[in-house]
């Protein structure tokens, strides 16, 4: 009996075959694993050899950069001499030349502002103050550096506001205005008092049923008829109006599925210790409940930056608008694409990095709520 | 006065929660009466000095303008009240048409986002985090000013087959036109339909008597199409396509589908799409992985468990938010206003009131339909909640 012949030493573990680990185990696995998915592959490689050269061809490759008047474009390219030329139409819009230093010093203003809200190292106290001067504060510096007429700033007429810098400015204003409104009337839809209910029902049912654009052929032809003579409103203002009520309505809805989804012990707890209704709603109900909806909440950001561009149809030259002038320019005819794909990245960017903050919101914030 | 009283005080009338109740009641539906008889009162001083009669007098005067696509009959001497009809019909097809677009690109790329096949599914997200991020008007613009001013007049139109024509002032096709005979191949197609509806039942109380299944999905399939068909060719073939002809400067005859029509369906159905797909996606992953696996395991194949088992669970989750999406599309349709597209907005509540100057008349109406369009749809869509709600003990 020799001791060698006992001792067992089990062998190692093979290494994985190496066809099913790395670059070749993922691409069989993710991209060849049966016929129909080869089959699906070969389409989407054929399909993006479809798309992808010829946009890089045009956008590119062939496209001209630089230059200062249409002749410098070259043939079967992008012209991005054309957004060059009319980029500061498409950010300020008809705003004096010499005037739009404080347009920068607003969006400015509100980066830093806003800046520190992004920051995790910023204690949570500090956030809530910051984002009230934020709400009650700014736009009141906002709206007299843009519009002037004060501390020596010469006026420059809201007609003359334009571009990126009206879109921001109804985004901005439908925005702050549009949720603390979505919230009374979110509170008066759950409201037990039958009155003050069916009021709320009807408001919100009546903006949600038509299309924005009829709410805006409404402020601008119908607004006037309802005010009394001579009161004349600003066309931006009525703008504005409507689609802050508009919004609201959709507001609303987001918000009452937060209030719901809080169960009725809290409103009762709150009760017993002897809270009244707006400290129960304030302090106990909405604070959970907003925060539940804020990915819904942002979700109609989303809708109503978007929407901004209907302005076109009652005439405020908003980006979109200014980059549809630009295209009809008698100069500049024939780059209606190149202006369409230049204001599509524009609001690209703006909505899919609100999507993607909602998302990581809606992640960091999943503290347990859902059972 | 308090020390006075042992017993339990009565808290002031003011604190009184149902007196509150009453009273808030009362200010807002005075606030809210008070407001809407100011702007009546405002409207009609402003009516009165502008010169305008309100009423819907209006609709039976002529219009005086054409409207560059009519489903029924339609001319400048035709009066208000049909410019009404026309592009309340205007609004409902190109909304129908963009509805079944959208849900057959939607549940494609909604499949596809879901496929095993990365690329495949890459590419899916990558078409949804596009289309979906960008204004839907900025791609009717996109598709009716940049991609269909760029196709060829009509000299130069880009054909199929010598039936299919497309040129600058949209797309030409040939349409049928029915003979005399055509009306009994309705009625065999009908005569089916009803075979159908009897076979279905029979098969399924055979099944529940005898355990035996009927290839009932083959047999319908045959007798819809057989029937029809063998109805069609008896009847000596009645009907004929009339192609579109280049007569001058343009095509005559055929059916054509307008440049504003085209992109303003491309925009709708792309855009909605993207929205239709998330939907399906979170619908499907919403059916919990057990109930596959349990009726893989029950011995049902994958495309039965999937037919039996996920779709139907997965559609009680889908059908709620698709509808809305169906109700956002045709909200949306109204956007043809900003290219031309003579639709409700831009014929009614656009050149009617511009020509006649009856606002409140004009906004009014174009926005009752809406409402309509979307209390029928809500109604509907609590009807179906109601009939696929869980039944719970």
């Known amino acids: ?371 | 006065m308090a020390e006075h009283a042992p017993a339990p005080v009565k808290p002031p009338f003011w604190n009184d929660p149902q007196v509150r109740a009453i009273a808030f009641q009362v200010i807002a539906l005075v606030v809210t009466v008070a407001f809407g008889l100011y702007i009546f009162h405002n409207t009609q001083l402003n009516l009165r000095r502008l010169g305008i009669a309100s009423g819907f007098d209006f609709l039976s005067s002529p219009s005086g303008f054409d409207i560059i696509q009519t489903l029924i009959p339609y001319s400048p001497t035709s009066n208000y009240g049909q410019v009404f009809w026309v592009a309340l019909l205007n609004t409902l097809l190109v909304s129908a048409l963009g509805i079944v677009l959208a849900t057959l690109l939607g549940f494609i790329v909604g499949i596809a986002r879901l496929s095993k096949n990365w690329l495949v599914a890459k590419l899916a997200l990558i078409y949804i985090e596009t289309f979906r991020n960008i204004p839907l008007l900025l791609q009717i613009f996109f598709w009716y000013f940049a991609v269909l001013r760029a196709v060829p007049a009509p000299r130069q139109s880009l054909s199929l087959g010598d039936a299919v024509f497309l040129n600058i002032r949209g797309l030409y096709m040939p349409a049928p036109q029915f003979q005399p005979g055509f009306g009994w191949v309705l009625v065999a197609l009908a005569i089916a339909i009803g075979l159908v509806w009897w076979l279905k039942r029979w098969a399924w109380q055979r099944q529940m008597a005898t355990g035996q299944a009927f290839p009932i999905l083959r047999t319908s399939l045959a007798l819809l199409l057989g029937l029809p068909l063998v109805v069609f060719w008896l009847a000596g073939s009645p009907l004929h396509w009339q192609l579109p002809e280049l007569r001058g400067f343009n095509f005559q005859g055929g059916w054509v589908v307008i440049p504003e029509m085209a992109s303003l369906l491309l925009a709708l159905s792309v855009y909605t799409a993207t929205f239709i797909a998330e939907i399906v996606r979170s619908g499907i992953q919403a059916v919990s992985h057990g109930q596959t696996e349990a009726s893989l395991s029950l011995g049902l194949n994958s495309s039965l468990t999937l037919r039996l088992v996920v779709l139907p669970q997965a559609l009680r989750v889908i059908i709620p938010p698709l509808t809305n999406q169906y109700l956002n599309l045709t909200k949306n349709s109204s956007l043809a206003a900003a290219i031309g597209y003579p639709d409700l907005v831009a014929a009614f509540a656009g050149t009617t009131l511009n020509q006649t100057g009856q606002a409140i008349e004009c906004i009014a109406i174009t926005m009752a339909v809406y409402l309509t369009i979307s209390l029928l749809i809500s109604l509907g869509m609590n009807w179906y909640n109601r009939r696929v709600a869980l039944v719970e003990r």
């Open chain 1, 1 to 371: 009996m020799s001791e060698s012949s006992i001792a067992h030493v089990p062998h190692p573990n093979l290494p994985p075959p190496s066809n099913s680990i790395g670059a070749i185990g993922w691409v069989r696995h993710n991209l060849l694993s049966s016929p129909l998915n080869i089959a699906l592959t070969l389409l989407a490689i054929w399909l993006l050899y479809l798309i992808i050269p010829p946009i890089l061809r045009w956008a590119i490759i062939d496209a001209t950069w630089s230059g200062d008047n249409r002749e410098a474009c070259h043939p079967g390219g992008a012209c991005w001499v054309f957004i060059q030329v009319h980029f500061g139409q498409f950010m300020y819009g008809f705003y004096p030349d010499g005037q739009r230093w404080r347009v920068d010093l607003t969006a400015l203003l509100l980066i830093f502002g806003a800046a520190p809200l992004f920051m995790h190292a910023v204690s949570n106290r500090l956030k809530v103050r910051l984002g009230l001067g934020l709400l009650v504060i700014y736009p009141v510096i906002a709206f007299f550096l843009l519009k002037g007429g004060s501390f020596g700033l010469p006026v420059v007429e809201t007609s003359q506001w334009g571009g990126l810098l009206l879109t921001l400015v109804i985004a901005g204003v439908g925005m702050t205005a549009a949720l603390p409104l979505g919230i009374l009337l979110a509170l008066g839809r759950r409201s037990r008092l039958p009155a003050i209910q069916t009021l709320c029902v009807t408001f919100i049912e009546f903006w949600r049923g038509v299309p924005l654009i009829t709410v805006l052929f409404m402020s601008s032809v119908m607004l006037p008829l309802f005010l009394p003579a001579g009161m004349n409103f600003d066309k931006l203002l009525r703008a504005l109006i409507g689609v802050t009520l508009f919004q609201s309505a959709y507001m609303a809805e987001v918000v009452r599925g937060g209030l719901q989804a809080i169960p009725k012990g809290q409103v009762e707890a709150a009760a017993a210790l002897g809270l009244g209704y707006w400290k129960t709603m304030g302090l106990i109900v909405l604070p959970q409940a907003l925060k539940l909806v804020i990915p819904g909440i942002v979700n109609t950001f989303i809708a109503l930056f978007k929407d901004t561009s209907l302005v076109l149809i009652i005439g405020l030259f908003d980006l979109m608008n200014m980059v549809h002038n630009a295209t009809t320019n008698p100069d500049w005819l024939g780059f209606s694409t190149e202006g369409y794909v230049f204001a599509a990245a524009v609001y690209w960017l703006f909505c899919f990095n609100m999507s993607h903050f909602s998302q990581k919101l809606e992640k960091r914030l999943h503290t347990g709520h859902k059972r």
